[in-house]
């Protein structure tokens, strides 16, 4: 049986690709990665209206098929078909932003020349006729000589006409032609594409009002900034006090298994394993699902309005400042969410010393990973009171946490760009897109795939590290007299380590906490669940007593601190690491990066600690 | 006058484009972004602080620094 036919989705960035992508094929869709780049591939399967099946790969966003960063190479051997791991499309599908013809067109023209049966889906056609601006069809089409067919994604229309032509164009069995031609320069192609765009759109009135007059406030040197931070600060706020009630849910959730576990099952190593390892630990993880939606939901709905661009635009003049541009705002925000999605949207930096100091600083943004380790430990040690009326101490301190991170990013940054990283200096040059409503199936689909990955983690990694911890801290069995968590395997690792962290607060338990936070950062919190969930011994009551209460008892306010001060730099993620190593191709930089974090994460709990003692708390 | 020292939000078109002047580059995104002799050019936001320039060309929006701005030479529509 034949394979069914594949078709390319290609276009500018901001024309609407990916939610065309989505409206075609739904959820049945798979997101994985280029063989040997970090280019992500987007497959999905749709079906024509006759029945025919047809896979549909989404291509990254580009402006031309000149081979300048990975994403543009990757689009140009996939078209000549020289892309490892992927046939030769047997039909394209051009999105073009029907609000700007005269700039999209210079891409279809050269799409076109490679002789491929093309379909140029003309999309956000409603967009254009809210801006006023009408546009011939047939004659687009013609002059292209290619099918064109106006579509709104995100309102799904104009795909039945867009299967058809494409079930056509599939059809027709077109054979790739490659264009013999010389390829026309690109000021020629750009040239021929405005005077198409001229002759096929009239202009009713001026359009663009909206985008504009938002503009006129978002941009501003004054307002702009400031509206920026305030959003920074509700969308932190928000990952707190939202998340409270279903965080609840959770841990009650988690306490009835517990119980379920111990009423039911005979009391042995099983039940221990079950209900101290499993239950308990993966459980203290999973509690944080809901804050980690509540952040990626945040980035989302930035990135589908638009704004995501302006607050680089905005956060430019900054970067600047430390050698870096106002692109590098977007992979360090994604960091916030997780460090490994923002080091790969580094690929978007031209410039090769711009994106490695950007990748060697998204560590240190603080990723939802380190969430639930600051909300343990702060939820412990800090009151729940208000400082001001809307603001609580507890979202202040957090809010204080995330700052540190970015001002140790931007201090590390201005000294790596004068030193290990020296040279180069992109600039910053990029396209604004319109505002728009976020598609709210979208963003749906968007938080489910990060749900997922969590989830899958949780059910894996997490798991393993938490049974391995389990097994590490249970055994040996420590006579009476010894505490379990210092007789046991796991123990005296700690104890190896612990003059190292010693003089900077962390007692024995902490020490422990910190070698599976390699893992997964996460562990520590159900690291230290274990650790004192073995040492109480009665696991009757493991499931109802918190671990706050439990970190009360154990740790001093300055240790506390120190604990959080340790986890804005450390560079407790092996998964970061080994996208730094993919990333960079090499060794050299993620054991750079490991060393200059341990360093860091040293001196910061150190220096915490100290002060915190010195003044008594 | 060169884009950098265009007023806010006047209409203007793009006279010329000293290409030399800019790194390899710079030129082409700045070509992929619909930068060339003739065509419609308005700015529209500065950022504070010699942050940089948002401007319309044609009938996009596009965001780039004042000293890449500099290298644009205007004229009146």
């Not at chain 1, 590390?412 to 319109?434: D, I, N, Q, W």
Request: charged fraction near 20%; hydrophobic fraction near 50%; aromatic fraction near 8%.
């Amino acid at each position: 049986m034949n394979p069914a036919p594949m078709i390319a989705l290609v276009g500018n960035p901001n024309a609407g690709k990916s939610a065309l992508f989505n409206a075609l094929t739904g959820a049945r869709q798979k997101v994985g990665n280029y063989p040997g780049v970090t280019v992500e591939r987007k497959v999905g399967r749709m079906a024509l209206d006759d029945g025919r099946p047809l896979e549909l790969v989404d291509l990254p966003g580009t402006y031309s098929l000149d081979p300048q960063s990975p994403d543009e190479q990757v689009t140009r051997d996939v078209l000549f078909g020289r892309q490892e791991g992927e046939r030769t499309p047997s039909a394209l599908v051009v999105v073009v932003d029907a609000t700007n013809l005269d700039n999209h067109l210079r891409f279809v023209l050269q799409l076109v020349a490679l002789g491929l049966p093309t379909v140029v889906a003309l999309n956000m056609i409603d967009m254009a006729a809210r801006d006023g601006l009408e546009i011939d069809v047939a004659r687009l089409s013609a002059e292209l000589g290619v099918p064109v067919v106006p579509t709104v994604a995100v309102r799904k229309r104009g795909l039945e006409e867009l299967r058809e032509a494409l079930g056509r164009a599939v059809g027709g069995g077109g054979k790739a032609v490659f264009a013999t031609g010389a390829p026309k320069e690109i000021a020629t192609l750009q040239r021929d594409a405005r005077r198409i765009a001229d002759a096929v759109t009239t202009q009713q009135r001026q359009g663009n009002v909206w985008t504009q007059r938002v503009d006129r406030i978002a941009l501003h040197p004054v307002i702009g900034p400031i509206l920026l931070t305030g959003l920074m600060f509700v969308m932190f706020q928000a990952v707190f006090s939202w998340s409270q009630t279903p965080i609840e849910w959770l841990a009650s959730l988690q306490a009835w298994l517990g119980n379920q576990a111990v009423t039911h099952l005979p009391d042995n190593i099983l039940r221990s394993l079950l209900v101290e390892g499993v239950i308990n630990g993966v459980g203290s993880v999973v509690a944080y699902l809901p804050q980690i939606l509540i952040l990626f939901f945040f980035i989302l709905m930035l990135e589908a309005t638009g704004y995501m661009v302006r607050a680089a635009f905005l956060m430019d003049r900054l970067m600047a400042g430390v050698g870096l541009s106002g692109r590098a705002f977007i992979p360090l925000l994604s960091s916030f969410a997780c460090a490994i999605p923002g080091i790969m949207a580094t690929r978007s930096i031209d410039d090769p010393k711009d994106r490695l100091t950007t990748i060697l600083i998204a560590p240190l943004m603080t990723c939802s990973a380190r969430l639930p380790v600051y909300a343990v430990v702060i939820g412990a040690f800090i009151p729940a009171k208000k400082v001001l009326p809307g603001i609580g101490l507890q979202g202040l301190v957090l809010f204080c946490l995330y700052v540190a991170g970015i001002v140790g990013s931007m201090l590390v940054a201005a000294v790596f760009k004068r030193t290990v990283t020296k040279g180069g200096g992109g600039g910053f040059l990029m396209e604004m897109p319109k505002y728009q409503m976020p598609v709210w199936r979208d963003v749906a689909l968007g938080l489910w795939q990060r749900a997922y990955v969590f989830l899958r983690r949780a059910g894996t990694v997490i798991l393993w590290v938490t049974i391995v911890l389990w097994a590490l801290t249970s055994f040996p069995k420590a006579p009476d007299g010894v505490k379990q968590s210092e007789y046991s395997i796991a123990g005296r690792i700690a104890s190896g380590i612990e003059p190292i962290v010693r003089p900077v607060g962390f007692n024995h338990a902490l020490a422990l906490a910190i070698i599976p936070a390699m893992a997964a950062r996460e562990v520590a919190v159900s690291a230290l669940q274990t650790v004192y969930s073995i040492d109480s011994g009665d696991d009757e009551k493991v499931g109802q007593e918190r671990l706050a209460t439990r970190l009360r008892g154990a740790w001093s306010l300055p240790t506390a601190l120190a604990f959080l001060a340790w986890f804005v730099f450390a560079p407790q993620c092996l998964s970061t690491i080994a996208v730094i190593r993919r990333e960079t191709n090499g060794w050299k930089w993620p054991l750079f990066a490991l060393g200059y974090l341990f360093v860091l994460a040293w001196c910061a709990a150190g220096i915490t600690f100290w002060t915190a003692t010195a003044l008594g708390l | 006058m060169r884009l950098d020292q265009l007023p806010l939000r006047q209409e203007s078109r793009i006279a010329s484009i000293d290409w030399d002047g800019l790194s390899p580059r710079e030129a082409k995104r700045l070509r992929e972004l619909g930068f060339d002799d003739g065509v419609s050019v308005e700015a529209l936001h500065r950022g504070a602080l010699k942050g940089p320039l948002a401007c319309r060309v044609g009938r996009m929006i596009v965001a780039l620094r004042r000293g890449v701005a500099a290298s644009v030479i205007v004229e009146p529509a």
